[in-house]
């Protein structure tokens, strides 16, 4: 099973660049961030005409997390628990039935978190904990899960091109890697890292700047897993030229597969 994360960076100004990329790259599942369109909005049959069973989670110009899925989908749900106020659309999930195991999929769009300090980066750190609470309730239940997307997290100094740049920034303050590590030591496996070690490996790149030319990225997008899912990665990586393309996303698609 072939199961992509891309934030496509507005639905609308991604309608052709992303069913090209699905007829090239043929994934099982895709999920998507930052579609940027309400639930009657979104151009499911682009996506219905290839094949794919299509959920979405919108709202109005922000935010807004999908699923599209060649295999069935079970027990949909929207909105990541432990905040009934919380209207953003940023969480979604899904189990996904494959040949061999189901797998609970955890589709996200993290908060920005900036400006650093203020209210915004006050509700990131609260949303991870949120996450956390998720994982361990996946965990307890002991079904398969994965939770994928854009995280809005730089890992690690060699997951940026210049990391002094971002020392302060939300993304790679100690405090948001902090929260990060407090969910990956939950017993998750980050799946890119397991494949390639590698420093100048990214996933997204700025529109300002040269920053695709220069290389001048950041590795944000992430799939952590279960130890079951752990167990079925068959492999892992970056489609990292979609970059390159016509009208572009400012990131491109993370993928697994696996065995299941």
């Not at 407090?182 to 997204?204: K, V």
């Not at 040269?210 to 290389?215: K, L, T, V």
Request: with cysteine.
């Amino acid at each position: 099973m072939k199961i992509a994360t891309f934030n496509i960076n507005g639905i609308k100004a991604r309608a052709q660049a992303l069913p090209d990329w699905l007829d090239d790259f043929q994934p099982d599942v895709v999920l998507l961030q930052e579609i940027k369109s309400v639930d009657e909005g979104f151009p499911r049959e682009l996506f219905e005409e290839r094949g794919y069973n299509v959920e979405v989670h919108g709202q109005k110009s922000f935010n807004g997390v999908g699923i599209l899925s060649k295999l069935p989908l079970e027990e949909v749900t929207r909105g990541l628990p432990g905040d009934d106020e919380d209207e953003q659309a940023r969480w979604i999930e899904a189990t996904v039935v494959g040949e061999h195991e189901a797998v609970r999929l955890c589709g996200l769009y993290l908060p920005n978190g900036n400006p650093v300090p203020g209210p915004k980066y006050e509700y990131k750190l609260a949303w991870m904990a949120r996450m956390q609470a998720r994982a361990e309730a996946l965990l307890a239940e002991e079904m398969p899960f994965l939770m994928a997307g854009d995280y809005n997290i730089i890992p690690q100094a060699e997951d940026a091109a210049r990391p002094d740049a971002w020392r302060e920034d939300a993304l790679f303050r100690l405090e948001s890697r902090e929260a990060y590590r407090r969910i990956l030591n939950l017993g998750l496996t980050e799946a890119f890292r397991t494949r390639d070690p590698r420093p100048g490996q990214y996933s997204f790149w700025d529109y300002q700047a040269g920053a695709w030319n220069r290389n001048d990225g950041i590795r944000i997008d992430h799939f952590l897993m279960s130890p079951a899912v752990a167990d079925m990665l068959t492999d892992a990586g970056i489609d990292r030229d979609v970059r390159g393309r016509e009208k572009p996303s400012d990131h491109v698609p993370v993928w697994v597969e696996l065995a299941a």
